[in-house]
């Protein structure tokens, strides 16, 4: 049964319910991916690219001189079907806090509001703290937690993306000259959180260094050792009872609480056209319409039910650079 009480009445209570503090979906309300509403079926991203076109001036051109190309192609939107469906008995309140039992016919709109609202809050907060984690790490499949692929998973699938490695010499054998070869980098600790953000900066395109909405994304762990690493800098970090700027070299740090350890992305991301991370939902306010109803008509159970639709995706592979550590 979807309400579990536990709690036994002994007295006066809180008139409201108390419920757990929630980052929700950080990716969608911190303003890093772009949304992209009333996609039903499919919503096509097109993207143009040109080749260099600057050459030597010639007094009469013709069509052999012609330099440089458009290229057009496009990526893709295709909202997957999602459902939350969870039962309960109002009933199940006659045992609760006694300002909470129902008066007259224990049916749930009798419920005192408070008990409704809670509920319902609680419900849609899940759902939106469920929803950031499948937008970053989601993985479509037949799983019936995995609807779509998140914004990691199509960068781990794309060829385009730039992937930091760590250069490893391999000594020569019998006098063979030393070699090196590229493999996945370390974990973030303390000792090379700066080397790895040094690295990411760096394999990011030039034209990109200036744009204003370039930002690093790290797990929260992650950003907390380069805080404590800046701190620990004489006379350049903050005291302890500050936090350091999230920034690197002038490019804003975003950490979020689903984003996994040892992972950094750098890309241009925001809620407008430019942004290289895309969602794609049918309505911008699915994961707030709730129904509520009895299961049947002879039930006394009752229901919440939502239906929603989303899918993410990336649009420039080749604008975007990742660390990755992680042992999968």
């Known amino acids: 049964m979807a309400v579990n009480i536990t709690s036994a009445y002994a007295g006066e209570v809180l008139e409201q319910l108390l419920v757990k503090a929630s980052t929700g979906n950080q990716f969608v309300s911190g303003g890093h991916i772009r949304v992209q509403p009333n996609v039903s079926k499919k919503f096509s991203i097109p993207r143009l690219r040109s ?14 001189d012609s330099k440089g190309d458009f290229t057009i192609d496009e990526v893709y939107l295709e909202p997957q079907d999602i459902m ?13 806090w006694r300002p909470f039992q129902p008066q007259g016919n224990l049916v749930f709109h009798e419920l005192p509001s408070n008990v409704q609202n809670a509920m319902l ?8 703290f469920e929803l950031g984690y499948q937008f970053i790490n989601g993985v479509a499949g037949a799983g ?4 779509f692929n998140g914004i990691l998973t199509r960068i781990a ?10 250069t490893v010499v391999v000594p020569g054998q019998n006098g063979d000259p030393d070699t090196t070869t590229q493999e996945q980098p370390d974990a973030i600790t303390s000792a090379n959180i700066l080397p790895a ?15 204003p909405n370039l930002k690093i994304f790290m797990s929260q762990e992650d950003a907390d050792i380069y805080d404590d690493v800046l701190t620990a800098q004489p ?14 070299k002038g490019i804003t740090i975003v950490p979020l609480a689903q984003w996994p350890k040892d992972v950094i992305v750098a890309a241009v991301a925001s ?10 939902v049918s309505l911008v306010d699915d994961a707030d319409t709730i129904q509520i109803d009895k299961l049947s008509n002879p039930s006394e159970l009752y229901f919440f039910k939502m239906l929603m639709k989303a899918d993410t995706n990336i649009v420039f592979g080749e604008d975007i650079v990742i660390y990755d550590a992680r042992i999968i």
Do not use: C, H
């Open 51 to 64: 080749g260099s076109m600057l050459q030597k001036r010639k007094e009469d051109p013709v069509k052999t």
């Open 157 to 166: 699938a794309s060829s385009d993306v730039v992937e930091v490695m760590k």
């Open 144 to 147: 019936d937690d995995q609807f």
């Open 84 to 96: 939350a469906f969870t039962v309960f008995n109002p009933r199940s309140f006659e045992q609760f």
């Open 235 to 248: 006379y350049k970090g903050e005291n302890y009872t500050d936090s350091n700027p999230e920034r690197y």
């Open 197 to 211: 953000l040094k690295s990411v900066k760096d394999a990011i395109p030039d034209y990109l260094r200036g744009n």
């Open 121 to 128: 809050a609680e419900m849609a907060k899940v759902i939106d």
């Open 271 to 280: 809620t407008d056209l430019s942004s290289n991370f895309w969602a794609g």
